[in-house]
């Protein structure tokens, strides 16, 4: 039974569809690599997922005993989070705010998950520093923490790497593979296709055409080519 | 200046003077930290008009306690514009904008149609910067302070990580089932309960002030949401009680001598930040 099963579904708002007719499922294990056009919806497709925003149509079914408040969630940095006063430990913990509850206060239990979360990213040196005064790499690393105190089992990363500069996003990608390998699926949104294509093993690309399939089927298709070929034509 | 001010000290109305001023104080500055964060600095400012307007009405429909007029109607406004927040046609600091000068101009109309009050100027001055004295506060008034006080302390402190959480990350803390929606409400809610309470301390004008000088101050100094929160509690009081004994031995308006007070530390943690 597959982690996470999407049947036809419709994205969008109030004020109109974004995207349409995507059907694909996830194994646990599977890196899945979401790729798309800007605006394409791929951002909506995420927050669907995350149950954000409803889907105007089709059906998002869990499997393996998975619920969708168990999805660990890397988001794109926000304006409010730049100056933020807080130190990595307080927001690393609030990634076990769900576990937490109505309890007023975080458990020995949850500081140890923080704490170890905070070990596997390599961040415990800074557990007192202002996430603010952190670097790109190292402020991803805290969210990533966190994430990964909200989860055991999958990740959603909307675009991990924006922002970071070359050996960050490398040192990134290396992260993710890591996780990936001790057993943790991976979504991930990406612009930078290559790199993302080079870990994922399977691909969805959005868009006026809809693609769901293995990484090779991808790269095969007529619409993966096209894709390559634009992304080396860059260099 | 020490006897004199033992001597205002005995008068019951100073003490209880005092006592409002620190303990609305300490309230004001505890959600400082998340409105500043959460790009709402203005809406203290826009509910505070709200609350001008509203006791506007209570005095026209001659209500002894203005609480009750204004506290709901206060409430209401706080919910709307924090529910305006996002995917509305309207964004967020212009309909705080539109309420806030809506409501004064309604609450000024209303209160030079309909006053009986032969100094319609005072009234309005000091409903807008704050009382010239205490003189007006009862004991019912001290109590009723004390109880909405250690309600939204209690509730502050039960919710602390849940209020973290929304302010840092809502999409985050959406994702994994916290309920964010629910916890705006809460801050809502407060934000309109402290709004009220200050407003006889400070008037109308000069609330936004309390709720967002001690929070601004204190980031500069400090790196961690705890730290944070406490630095600006601590620092809202000390401004407040200064502030309150500088205008008894000076005879300067209560409301603006605390802002100002509020003003002068913000410059020495900006320095001390820089240093």
């Known amino acids: ?235 | 200046m020490i006897q004199k001010l033992s001597l205002y000290l005995s008068y019951p109305f100073v003490r209880y003077a005092l006592i409002v001023g620190v303990l609305i104080a300490l309230c004001s500055s505890l959600l400082g930290v998340t409105l500043v964060l959460k790009r709402f600095s203005f809406i203290g400012d826009g509910l505070s008009h709200v609350a001008f307007g509203a006791m506007a009405i209570a005095s026209v429909l001659k209500v002894t306690n203005t609480t009750v007029v204004i506290l709901p109607v206060t409430m209401i406004c706080a919910v709307l514009l924090l529910r305006t927040g996002q995917n509305t046609k309207i964004k967020g600091d212009a309909a705080i904008a539109m309420i806030s000068v809506g409501a004064l101009a309604f609450g000024y109309l209303l209160m030079h149609l309909f006053s009986t009050s032969s100094n319609l100027a005072g009234d309005v001055c000091s409903t807008l910067f704050g009382s010239t004295s205490f003189v007006t506060l009862t004991k019912k008034d001290v109590w009723l302070c004390v109880i909405l006080s250690v309600i939204i302390l209690a509730v502050f402190v039960f919710f602390y990580h849940k209020i973290f959480d929304v302010t840092f990350d809502e999409n985050f803390a959406r994702a994994v089932g916290t309920r964010a929606d629910t916890y705006n409400l809460l801050i809502a809610v407060i934000i309109a309960l402290i709004i009220v309470l200050a407003l006889n301390l400070v008037g109308s004008l000069l609330i936004s002030a309390l709720v967002i000088f001690p929070a601004l101050s204190a980031m500069r100094v400090f790196k961690s949401f705890r730290a944070v929160t406490i630095c600006s509690a601590v620092l809202s009081v000390v401004c407040a009680l200064t502030g309150i004994l500088i205008s008894i031995i000076a005879g300067t308006p209560v409301g603006a001598t605390i802002v100002a007070v509020d003003v002068a530390a913000f410059g020495i943690f900006c320095l001390i930040g820089r240093g």
């Open chain 1, 1 to 235: 039974m597959a982690q996470i099963t999407c049947k036809d579904l419709t994205l969008g708002y109030e004020t109109g569809v974004v995207a349409e007719h995507i059907s694909f499922s996830v194994e646990e294990g599977d890196y899945l690599c979401i790729v798309g056009e800007n605006g394409s919806g791929k951002s909506t497709l995420m927050k669907t997922l995350l149950g954000l925003t409803p889907p105007l149509g089709g059906k998002i079914e869990t499997g393996d005993g998975l619920r969708l408040t168990e999805i660990g969630y890397l988001p794109q940095q926000t304006v409010v989070q730049r100056d933020f006063p807080a130190s990595v430990r307080e927001i690393v913990q609030s990634g076990c705010q769900a576990r937490k509850g109505l309890r007023p206060f975080y458990n020995k239990e949850e500081k140890r998950i923080a704490e170890e979360a905070m070990d596997r990213m390599g961040i415990r040196q800074f557990e007192n520093h202002c996430y603010r005064e952190l670097s790109g790499g190292q402020q991803q690393r805290v969210l990533l923490a966190r994430a990964l105190c909200a989860t055991r089992k999958i990740l959603l990363l909307d675009e991990p790497v924006s922002g970071l500069d070359p050996i960050a996003s490398a040192d990134m990608y290396q992260l993710i593979r890591e996780l990936n390998r001790e057993g943790i699926t991976i979504i991930m949104i990406s612009h930078d296709l290559g790199a993302a294509v080079q870990d994922a093993n399977r691909v969805l690309h959005i868009g006026k055409n809809v693609f769901f399939g293995t990484r090779d089927e991808y790269l095969a298709s007529s619409i993966g080519r096209y894709y390559m070929m634009a992304e080396e034509e860059k260099f």
